[in-house]
């Protein structure tokens, strides 16, 4: 067995397309192109926060210190309309907003009521909207400004004027660590990757060893060895299981290396920021958010995905082994693809957790278990559990394809 | 020596392939309800150091019979025997006396030929010393010192051919089974695997050639067996079966006996 499982590794590992898929892939192209991405999200955010907003006004002496606020404010420059063509001013970006102060418009605090103020502009991308937060922000400076003047006016008290503008203010005292409000977030996320590198990990081994044995008939004249047909399969799904392991694995080690490497190349609200937030950690990398999770979690997040690479590893197999063709076997890998992610999903549904009952269905568990370890809010008991039940299941379908590849009808169909 | 007794093999159709049959006129005389004899009845024997051709069209049980041979398909009924054991009770012996090489058993891609090989070699528990001097021997035999370091996927296909003739032998069988070897090569290519199995003759082997080449026949085997529809239709020296009718050509002789009708 040990034979075939080294030549069957010795194969793959020869194969330029494993490589790049099972390798080089997830280990050095996405992680540069997540955070390539990344740093272009991050730059684009800064330009638009840094960028110098053109403000006209109109009719704004009845509003004295209006405009004012926004000459004031780094990033605002006045500019003045040449036109009535509001539309066509902005269209031709000459300027990008336009306040208009109607007849009659007073100050609030000297009228006593609420004013209304129109504003012209073409907000439609992401960067528009971060620079239509910066225009808010003085607006809503300007309002505060007019508030306490008001409250003043109706001779009220500072606080009078806080309760009137927010009755009720509630003072957060949460008790969830940080790592529990962190976890909550990068759990499922952590889940989700893992669960999908374990599935595509066996997917192209699975292909290889099955299908694409029968069609380069190299499976037969495995066949007429001395190798009984239970060593062949068990080899077959060592292979896969390995391969399946190894990218997971490598991955997440190539991950880690890359935030690591990147929170010291960028500056935090760059890339280094972009990369915190998904593990939800302010600064530091999101290296700092790993060490909080002791050594045991982490070695038992690893430790629940063998039985469940082993689930996907004997599904896939059993698929390219009874698939004709490769096209054949392709078609079969989608739909256990999303079949198998669908307990995934489930698994984060608001409400679900993991308890006895959860702790037994297949590929929803491990992903409750994941996201409790990173949480740091797990039951070690119910870990039992799910690896007693979750090894049952693997064993058994391991078992399973044993007897599907002794089959004659599957090993010989056309 | 190899005996073959009565051997026969069904195959029951699976429901989609049942449901297709269902009320369809039946036009090959093996199909029987949701099941298909594939091979009723074979008899033949390969004495050690002849060469047994194996004849039939297309769909006759030639690739069946021999799959059972193998040790790959289970027969349904009938009795195979290497030597006296019985291939069924005892697969394990029958494999490490069979070296089987058809036109669809393949080569490892990503490995090297001699690394193809060698490992077919380990398979059937050869040392690595053993494995080295049967390479050289078997490599200096076929001419293929050239390409032994060549990656599988970069040969010709007479190289291709060689090399899998190469681990076929490596284990040195007593039974040498041959399917149709020398389809889709060229005659440079062909000649050098007639040539090995030529040089086979009068060894210790038992040699089974399965060809739709009558002139490879004629040249090579000392007896044929004729299956047809899964029966077989002759089994004798290959002089008396050409001799059986006036022209005394094989070619002849193969046309009068089988069915000429092509069965879907």
Request: hydrophobic letters at 45%; proline letters at 3%; a neutral charge.
């Amino acid at each position: 067995m040990w034979l075939v499982y080294k030549k069957e590794l010795l194969e793959i590992l020869r194969d330029k397309k494993t490589l790049i898929f099972s390798i080089l892939l997830p280990t050095l192209i996405f992680p540069v192109l997540f955070f390539a991405i990344g740093k272009f999200t991050a730059s684009k955010t800064e330009e638009a926060e840094n960028k110098e907003i053109k403000v006209a006004f109109v009719n704004a002496v009845t509003l004295p210190g209006f405009a004012d606020l926004f000459t004031r404010e780094k990033g605002f420059i006045k500019v003045e309309l040449e036109s009535d063509d509001y539309k066509s001013a902005i269209l031709d970006k000459k300027v990008d907003y336009i306040f208009e102060v109607p007849e009659g418009v007073n100050l609030p605090a000297d009228s006593k009521k609420q004013e209304v103020l129109k504003v012209y502009s073409k907000e439609s991308t992401r960067l528009d909207q971060i620079m239509g937060q910066r225009v808010d922000e003085v607006v809503d400076a300007f309002n505060n400004t007019q508030r306490m003047e008001l409250g003043r006016n109706f001779n009220l008290t500072t606080d009078n004027v806080k309760a009137f503008n927010k009755p009720i203010l509630i003072e957060e005292n949460n008790f969830a660590s940080q790592r529990e409000k962190t976890g909550e977030f990068a759990g499922p996320l952590l889940a989700y990757l893992l669960i999908a590198l374990a599935v595509s990990g066996a997917m192209y081994p699975a292909l290889e060893l099955g299908v694409g044995e029968k069609e380069r008939g190299t499976l037969e004249t495995l066949l007429l060895t001395p190798m009984s047909k239970g060593q062949i399969v068990m080899a077959k799904f060592g292979v896969i299981f390995t391969a399946s392991f190894f990218t997971v694995v490598v991955t997440l080690l190539s991950y880690l290396f890359w935030v690591w490497i990147f929170s010291f190349a960028f500056e935090p609200s760059g890339v280094a920021a972009d990369a915190d937030s998904l593990t939800g950690k302010q600064s530091g990398g999101g290296l700092d958010f790993l060490s909080n999770i002791s050594s045991l979690d982490l070695l038992l997040v690893a430790v629940l995905l063998v039985p469940l690479t082993s689930i996907f590893a004997s599904i896939m197999l059993s698929a390219s082994i009874y698939a004709k063709n490769m096209k054949e076997a392709q078609a079969y890998m989608s739909p256990i693809f999303m079949i198998g992610f669908m307990p995934v999903i489930v698994a984060f549904v608001p409400g679900m957790e993991l308890n006895m009952k959860t702790a037994m269905i297949p590929v929803t568990n491990v992903a409750l278990a994941m996201k409790d370890l990173i949480k740091g809010t797990v039951d070690y008991g119910l870990i039992t559990i799910l690896l007693i039940s979750t090894a049952v299941l693997a064993g058994g379908l391991l078992y399973w394809t044993t007897v599907f590849f002794k089959k004659e009808k599957v090993l010989f169909r056309s | 020596m190899i005996e073959i007794k009565d051997l026969a093999k069904t195959f029951a159709y699976d429901k989609k392939e049942a449901k297709k049959k269902k009320g369809k006129t039946v036009t090959d005389p093996r199909e029987g309800e949701g099941v298909f004899h594939a091979v009723k009845d074979v008899s033949f024997s390969c004495n050690a150091g002849e060469v047994l051709g194996l004849l039939g069209p297309n769909g006759a049980g030639k690739t069946t019979t021999l799959r059972m041979l193998s040790t790959a398909l289970q027969p349904t009924s009938g009795q195979i025997l290497i030597n006296g054991h019985d291939v069924t009770k005892e697969p394990r012996y029958a494999q490490k006396q069979i070296g089987f090489l058809s036109g669809k058993t393949g080569l490892y891609h990503r490995l090297s030929v001699r690394e193809n090989v060698a490992y077919f070699g380990r398979m059937h528990g050869l040392s690595r010393q053993q494995i080295n001097e049967r390479i050289e021997k078997i490599f200096t035999m076929l001419d293929m010192h050239s390409f032994a370091g060549k990656r599988a996927d970069d040969l010709s296909t007479g190289m291709m051919q060689r090399a899998s003739i190469a681990r076929a032998v490596i284990h040195e069988p007593e039974v040498l089974v041959f399917d149709e070897p020398t389809t889709g090569l060229d005659v440079i290519s062909a000649k050098t695997v007639l040539d090995f199995i030529q040089s086979y003759k009068g060894s210790e082997m038992s040699v089974i050639f399965s060809t739709h080449h009558l002139h490879e026949v004629e040249k090579l085997c000392d007896r044929v067996c004729l299956i047809d529809l899964g029966e077989t239709k002759f089994f004798g020296p290959t002089e008396e079966f050409a001799a059986s009718t006036e022209s005394g050509s094989l070619y002849d002789a193969f046309l009068a006996s089988v069915n000429n009708k092509e069965v879907a």
